[in-house]
């Protein structure tokens, strides 16, 4: 029989989504993926290569729980260099992807019945992690720009909370916290005495000028409240490599390579060594990537504002929009009803081939996600199939 812990977990909706896109695609159906969160991009040559070189080359054993030396080195140069936040290398956790990053950082600072406050819309998997660590998800609104909203993360704050999570550039919203707001979370950590679980997966994905700021850079005392997270699947196009990591204090990392020392033991060695490559080779594909996304969105964005119904923000980072879909709610279309993000969703797959994402994944009912993290050609073609889909809504 399965656990209740297990039965207490929600399926991941955006996992589930690319294995129905998946299924659909090998039946020869042709399918527009704006769901996926990853980039549509190559892994870029060099990274390759220095894969093929570590196989070649026999760094194909295990090595260190944590990593090997030379990466968590590079990582604590790179964390110093483009965040001004100081690490040494008994700070730095290797894992595989930044997901397993996330989990062991929950794992490890959060006891039964500790809370910890999510702010909304969120990633689909944050809640699970702390629900399987036995803490209690104390969800807590984002402003409606999406930036974080202080008055209610204070409110939201009780003896029992242990931590908070965050995640600038955000997913789904794609908003990208000020400094002035991070700053602020951080006095009330410090107040508070609560840990910040700081997801910066995105971070090279910033537009319109804006710089990303990292929470862990207020001060030691701030840093040393700080678990933050980071990996090489967004900027690097490495999602299927699975490989993140964490940095916090060596006591924590020590908590965090005890756990994952009974789980996967080290993540991939040749894949380090690729890693290695990424943060020390060339940079160019990054920004190639990134202007990229920015054409992307500048389209995406005019389609969708232009769309009766369809209200959405501009925002500065990741790759994905929001817009809010709640004005078809209630309209019907052959043998669809339209009662939530979901059905919307559903029928724009059946109806138009198109895959994108409900908010109700994301706590957020009345939106769905976008990701153009696709081709042009594939976004204009997903645009037209949803603006003709969502025209038969009456």
């Known amino acids: 029989m399965v656990t209740e812990r297990i039965k207490n977990i929600t399926p991941s909706a955006t996992c589930e989504l690319e294995g129905t896109v998946a299924e659909l695609e090998a039946a020869g159906v042709h399918v527009i993926g704006l769901n996926a969160g990853?980039?549509?991009?190559?892994?870029?040559?060099?990274i390759?290569?220095?894969?093929?070189?570590?196989?070649?080359?026999?760094?194909?054993?295990y090595v260190s729980i944590t990593g090997i030396p030379e990466l968590k080195r590079a990582i604590c140069a790179k964390l110093e260099k483009d965040n001004g936040v100081h690490y040494e290398p008994n700070c730095i956790a290797i894992s595989t992807g930044a997901k397993q990053a996330l989990y062991n950082g929950?794992?490890?600072?959060?006891?039964?019945?500790?809370?910890?406050?999510?702010?909304?819309?969120?990633?689909?998997?944050?809640?699970?992690?702390?629900?399987?660590?036995?803490?209690?998800?104390?969800?807590?609104?984002l402003a409606e720009d999406y930036q974080l909203d202080l008055a209610e993360i204070?409110?939201?704050?009780?003896?029992?909370?242990?931590?908070?999570?965050?995640?600038?550039?955000?997913?789904?919203?794609?908003?990208?916290?000020?400094?002035?707001?991070?700053?602020?979370?951080?006095?009330?950590?410090?107040?508070?005495?609560?840990?910040?679980?700081s997801d910066e997966v995105y971070e090279?994905?910033?537009?319109?000028?804006?710089?990303?700021?990292?929470?862990?850079?207020?001060?030691?005392e701030v840093r040393d409240r700080t678990i933050l997270i980071n990996g090489f699947s967004k900027a690097y196009a490495m999602t299927g490599w699975r490989i993140g990591y964490s940095a916090t204090t060596p006591e924590l990392c020590k908590g965090i390579s005890d756990l994952q020392g009974h789980t996967t033991s080290?993540?991939?060695?040749?894949?380090?060594?690729?890693?290695l490559e990424a943060l020390t080779g060339q940079q160019e594909t990054v920004e190639y990537m990134r202007t990229k996304f920015v054409e992307r969105r500048e389209y995406l964005y005019k389609r969708l504002a232009?769309?009766?119904?369809?209200?959405?923000?501009?925002?500065?980072?990741a790759f994905y929009l929001f817009p809010d879909v709640s004005s078809y709610f209630g309209k019907s279309w052959g043998k669809w009803e339209i009662k939530t993000s979901t059905d919307l969703c559903a029928y724009l797959l059946d109806e138009a081939h198109l895959a994108v994402v409900p908010g109700d994944a994301f706590y957020a009912p009345k939106k769905i996600r976008i990701a153009y993290s696709n081709s042009l050609e594939n976004i204009r073609e997903g645009m037209d199939a949803r603006e003709a889909a969502l025209a038969k809504l009456k």
């Open 106 to 141: 929950i794992m490890t600072v959060v006891e039964p019945g500790d809370e910890v406050i999510i702010p909304i819309p969120a990633w689909v998997s944050y809640v699970e992690m702390v629900k399987l660590a036995q803490g209690v998800p104390v969800l807590c609104d």
């Open 48 to 61: 390759v290569e220095a894969c093929d070189r570590a196989i070649a080359e026999g760094k194909t054993k």
């Open 204 to 220: 090279k994905l910033i537009y319109n000028g804006k710089k990303h700021f990292c929470v862990a850079s207020v001060s030691p």
């Open 38 to 46: 990853e980039p549509d991009f190559r892994t870029p040559d060099n």
């Open 266 to 275: 080290n993540s991939t060695t040749f894949v380090q060594w690729a890693a």
């Open 154 to 197: 204070e409110k939201s704050i009780t003896p029992k909370t242990k931590a908070i999570i965050i995640n600038t550039p955000n997913n789904p919203t794609g908003g990208v916290y000020t400094e002035e707001s991070l700053r602020a979370l951080a006095d009330l950590a410090v107040k508070h005495d609560f840990f910040i679980i």
């Open 306 to 317: 232009a769309m009766p119904g369809i209200e959405c923000q501009s925002v500065d980072g």
